[in-house]
């Protein structure tokens, strides 16, 4: 597609629920970031892909957090037993390369009550 | 450590000049970033320093210097477009990749007629 694509856009999940977000990065970019954004705040970044290997996934906050790119292109980030202060917009990002510009999607905001 | 600091928020004239400061402490990086967010919408990328100047971009024009610990987005000839939070952040040396950003709290630009 033109650009970064994320789904759903809008979530609310009770709390311990299970939630999927989706990011298909732009065709051919090798390059996959995830980040968290709470209100008023800068993006945290969470976890980072090359291809389809996760080089790194410092910034996931807690082992409810797990992200996958199974074949180097969309990725899914899932969040288990979600908790409330979860709540945040879930920013995808890709570039070409690891030195090139970043473009992010719409971001996913996700709302648990 | 490594943080980030810029202003809050800013108010500015349609037409006017306005120029976004960034402070940083680290103990090395790569480059230094600029992104634009409108609300509810996804950063957009305005600029990458790396050496130390100016690089202007049309109305935009970002400064670095590393001695300092110093930048500044600068706007011209402002639109009511421009109304948005301009988030730095800089890439930290040794992250293992380039795109790990630390990022500021972001500076919400608001312009008036």
């Known amino acids: 597609g033109a650009g970064v694509s994320q789904s759903p856009r809008y979530k609310v999940a009770k709390r311990g629920q299970d939630v999927a977000l989706r990011c298909d990065p732009i065709?051919?970019?090798?390059?996959l970031f995830w980040y968290q954004q709470a209100l008023g705040q800068g993006p945290e970044f969470l976890t980072y892909f090359q291809n389809e290997a996760q080089l790194d996934k410092s910034g996931l906050p807690s082992d409810r957090f797990f992200a996958e790119r199974p074949e180097g292109s969309v990725s899914t980030l899932k969040i288990q037993r979600t908790q409330q202060e979860d709540s945040a917009v879930y920013l995808c990002?890709?570039?070409?390369?690891?030195?090139?510009?970043?473009?992010f999607g719409e971001g996913s905001r996700l709302t648990v009550l | 450590g490594q943080n980030i600091d810029q202003p809050t928020e800013m108010t500015a004239t349609e037409g006017a000049i306005v120029q976004i400061n960034c402070t940083y402490q680290?103990?090395?990086?790569?480059?230094l970033f600029w992104y634009q967010q409108h609300a509810g919408e996804a950063p957009t990328f305005l600029s990458y320093?790396?050496l130390d100047g100016l690089e202007e971009k049309g109305r935009f024009s970002s400064f670095l210097s590393r001695s300092k610990g110093y930048s500044y987005l600068l706007l011209k000839e402002l639109q009511m477009k421009d109304s948005a939070s301009y988030l730095c952040?800089?890439?930290?040396?040794?992250?293992?990749?380039?795109?790990?950003?630390?990022w500021g709290l972001g500076t919400s630009l608001a312009v008036n007629p």
């Open positions: 952040a800089f890439s930290p040396r040794g992250a293992g990749n380039n795109r790990k950003l630390i």
């Open positions: 990002a890709s570039s070409f390369s690891n030195t090139g510009e970043l473009f």
């Open positions: 680290t103990s090395g990086f790569n480059g």
């Open positions: 320093n790396v």
């Open positions: 065709s051919g970019h090798v390059s």
